[in-house]
């Protein structure tokens, strides 16, 4: 069974920090890695995706991935109250392999 | 406007009966894709179909079907074997990765809530 992995939070951040969400997964063959945001009873929205290791920006957003660790990160700067959501990692692992997702962690940015 | 759309909005069901939910999208994307998501949990894979005319079992397939006629709609059937139904369901669809390229990110709908009266 291939495993994603997210603290459930909730991250409690004051506004104008940095939030760092955590996924870790299971499988190595993994190729490719996103970042959805849930607002409480909506959809998830594609905010970030990554598949090579490193950094990757976009905007107040970063996405970091170490692939020897089995380890992606989302790190959100200048967090606002708007940003306040469930953030959920997900993972392919390629070909007609489905994409695995975790259960989210909870961002609560204070004003 | 590209996108994926999902009706009913809201969606009651009474016991032991079959309800049917819709997706469409014009995306012209060839996978689609159904989950579930309960309350605090994650998304769980019902039913995918990678092309016309073919879809297969996800995780938690058991008491419910699809169909895909064609490219742009993938119908969720929740019969009556599925004996706890209230969730909220998640359209979703992605690229071909064999035809389309690109890294199988997913885009979804808006969802439909069901619940069992």
């Known amino acids: 069974q291939k495993e994603v992995e997210q603290n459930s939070g909730p991250l409690s951040v004051p506004e104008g920090a940095i939030a760092s969400l955590n996924c870790t997964y299971s499988d190595r063959g993994s190729q490719s890695f996103f970042w959805y945001r849930q607002y409480s009873g909506k959809s998830p929205e594609l905010i970030m995706f990554i598949y090579s290791n490193g950094d990757k920006e976009d905007g107040r957003f970063t996405a970091q991935l170490n692939k020897a660790s089995q380890y992606v990160s989302l790190l959100i700067r200048d967090s606002q109250p708007s940003d306040s959501a469930t953030y959920l990692c997900?993972?392919?692992?390629?070909?007609?392999?489905?994409?695995?997702f975790g259960t989210g962690t909870k961002l609560q940015v204070i004003p | 406007d590209g996108g994926i759309t999902q009706s009913p909005k809201y969606l009651f069901r009474k016991e032991g009966q079959n309800v049917t939910l819709s997706c469409e999208q014009n995306l012209n994307h060839d996978a689609m894709y159904w989950y579930r998501q309960d309350p605090g949990q994650g998304l769980r894979l019902i039913y995918y179909?990678?092309?016309?005319?073919?879809?297969q079992k996800g995780d938690i397939a058991e008491g419910y079907s699809v169909s895909r006629e064609k490219k742009e709609s993938f119908p969720l059937t929740v019969t009556s074997a599925q004996k706890n139904p209230t969730a909220f369901y998640l359209c979703a669809s992605s690229i071909n990765i064999r035809t389309g390229g690109g890294y199988n990110e997913q885009f979804f709908g808006p969802g439909t809530r069901l619940t069992v009266l």
């Open positions: 179909s990678q092309i016309v005319n073919d879809f």
């Open positions: 997900a993972v392919y692992s390629g070909g007609y392999q489905k994409v695995t």
